[in-house]
């Protein structure tokens, strides 16, 4: 951290204005701690070097005075325990049903395993502890963003590369609103394929995959008579990418009729961009789609296809690998159509209504206009 190549700065410094700025935006609900790897030992015992983490602000509710003035008296030392560090952060979080989140700041490798960053993630994953890391990397090193990118994908989090002061400050803030916005549910992950046919089958939930460049991806979900799926998809701009890009959310049959397409969500963010929809078995045209009735006589669930698709296209000198991070939401309510349309195909009441009405109208202008007439000649 003490190399001077992010703006003719330390990647130290860079990284304390960065905190410091977003600190400053936190809303004030905001539950924060902060724990630091490589930051007090400045000795050259490995073994001791390599037990380095401290939790510098306790987990709790955000206090923007302490928490810029412990990161304000960082100094850079020379081992990097990512590894143990990753697993106290765990710890510090504790247990609960709702997602924690942890950003971790590096610009370098892990220099003590054991324990192996990677294993820690993928240890931390499978106890199901709802805990998602996402990855900063200050430096244009392969092995640390091999180390991160899996740290990132273990747990359904991603990985940036930040090569300026504005980046990093701009990811952080993202990752901060990132949060926010999944703070109740952890995504599941989830490996969606190249057609409807053998893709994974969701139940109603948050589920997290990684796209590639102007990919397809397929996931399956059973609706029965009566439902009413509602899914959305955001995917993540967690590197440069150009202009002119989209998200598209599709349903559509087994066969490959399109059943609907969604329309974007209008977020206006520029870090996510999101889609969603919404169908029912009752908006079939053809009655002879539905589901045959099952020997109990009940109608079978229908499979409904969801495609995500998108026309992101990197910038020069981007890595396309690994895949855009890709949230899902799939939900299933009990159907609730539209209220109709004031046509006059809804029925002979509302005929009744219009004619009479347009009856009435027609008397009192002819009434009004005689009134007239007559009020006229007599001048």
């Given at each position: 951290m003490r190399a001077r190549d992010i703006d003719g700065r330390s990647r130290i410094s860079v990284a304390q204005q960065a905190f410091n700025e977003v600190v400053d935006g936190l809303p004030d609900e905001t539950q924060l701690g902060i724990r630091v790897l490589g930051a007090t030992y400045r000795g050259k015992?490995?073994?001791?070097?390599?037990?380095?983490?401290?939790?510098?602000?306790?987990?709790?509710?955000?206090?923007?005075?302490?928490?810029?003035?412990?990161?304000?008296?960082?100094?850079?030392?020379?081992?990097?325990?990512?590894?143990?560090?990753?697993?106290?952060?765990?710890?510090?979080?504790?247990?609960?049903?709702?997602?924690?989140?942890?950003?971790?700041?590096?610009?370098?490798?892990?220099?003590?395993?054991?324990?192996?960053?990677?294993?820690?993630?993928?240890?931390?994953?499978?106890?199901?502890?709802?805990?998602?890391?996402?990855?900063?990397?200050?430096?244009?090193?392969?092995?640390?963003?091999?180390?991160?990118?899996?740290?990132?994908?273990?747990?359904?989090?991603?990985?940036?590369?930040a090569q300026s002061a504005d980046e990093l400050t701009g990811r952080i803030k993202q990752l901060v609103d990132r949060a926010r916005d999944t703070y109740t549910a952890a995504p599941a992950v989830v490996d969606g394929t190249g057609a409807c046919d053998g893709a994974p089958m969701l139940a109603p939930?948050?589920?997290?995959?990684?796209?590639?460049?102007?990919?397809?991806?397929?996931?399956?979900?059973?609706?029965?008579?009566?439902?009413?799926?509602?899914?959305?998809?955001?995917?993540?701009?967690?590197?440069?990418?150009?202009?002119?890009?989209g998200v598209l959310l599709r349903a559509t049959a087994p066969d490959g009729r399109e059943l609907v397409r969604g329309v974007d969500a209008g977020s206006g963010r520029t870090d996510v961009v999101s889609a969603g929809l919404r169908w029912s078995a009752a908006e079939e045209k053809d009655a002879a789609a539905s589901p045959e009735p099952t020997p109990s006589g009940v109608q079978a669930a229908r499979t409904v296809c969801l495609v995500v698709s998108n026309s992101f296209a990197p910038r020069g000198g981007t890595r396309a690998e690994p895949g855009m991070p890709v949230e899902l939401t799939v939900d299933l309510v009990a159907a609730?159509?539209?209220?109709?349309?004031?046509?006059?195909?809804?029925?002979?009441?509302?005929?009744?209504?219009?004619?009479?009405?347009?009856?009435?109208?027609?008397?009192?202008?002819?009434?009004?206009?005689?009134?007239?007439?007559?009020?006229?000649?007599?001048?």
């Amino acid at each position: 951290m003490r190399a001077r190549d992010i703006d003719g700065r330390s990647r130290i410094s860079v990284a304390q204005q960065a905190f410091n700025e977003v600190v400053d935006g936190l809303p004030d609900e905001t539950q924060l701690g902060i724990r630091v790897l490589g930051a007090t030992y400045r000795g050259k015992d490995k073994k001791q070097g390599c037990l380095d983490t401290q939790q510098i602000v306790p987990v709790g509710p955000v206090d923007r005075t302490q928490a810029k003035a412990a990161v304000a008296g960082l100094r850079p030392t020379g081992f990097t325990p990512v590894g143990l560090a990753l697993r106290s952060a765990a710890q510090d979080l504790g247990t609960g049903s709702t997602t924690r989140r942890i950003v971790l700041i590096t610009d370098g490798e892990d220099t003590c395993a054991p324990p192996d960053p990677c294993e820690v993630a993928r240890e931390l994953a499978a106890q199901g502890t709802r805990l998602v890391v996402d990855t900063l990397g200050l430096a244009p090193d392969e092995k640390v963003r091999r180390q991160l990118l899996c740290i990132a994908g273990a747990t359904g989090g991603t990985y940036t590369a930040a090569q300026s002061a504005d980046e990093l400050t701009g990811r952080i803030k993202q990752l901060v609103d990132r949060a926010r916005d999944t703070y109740t549910a952890a995504p599941a992950v989830v490996d969606g394929t190249g057609a409807c046919d053998g893709a994974p089958m969701l139940a109603p939930g948050v589920y997290t995959d990684r796209e590639a460049f102007s990919e397809h991806r397929w996931y399956r979900v059973p609706v029965r008579p009566g439902q009413e799926l509602r899914a959305s998809v955001s995917v993540a701009l967690d590197r440069p990418v150009n202009p002119d890009y989209g998200v598209l959310l599709r349903a559509t049959a087994p066969d490959g009729r399109e059943l609907v397409r969604g329309v974007d969500a209008g977020s206006g963010r520029t870090d996510v961009v999101s889609a969603g929809l919404r169908w029912s078995a009752a908006e079939e045209k053809d009655a002879a789609a539905s589901p045959e009735p099952t020997p109990s006589g009940v109608q079978a669930a229908r499979t409904v296809c969801l495609v995500v698709s998108n026309s992101f296209a990197p910038r020069g000198g981007t890595r396309a690998e690994p895949g855009m991070p890709v949230e899902l939401t799939v939900d299933l309510v009990a159907a609730s159509p539209a209220p109709d349309g004031p046509d006059l195909g809804r029925g002979w009441a509302l005929l009744l209504l219009l004619t009479l009405a347009g009856l009435v109208t027609g008397l009192l202008a002819g009434l009004l206009t005689r009134w007239w007439v007559a009020t006229w000649r007599e001048n």
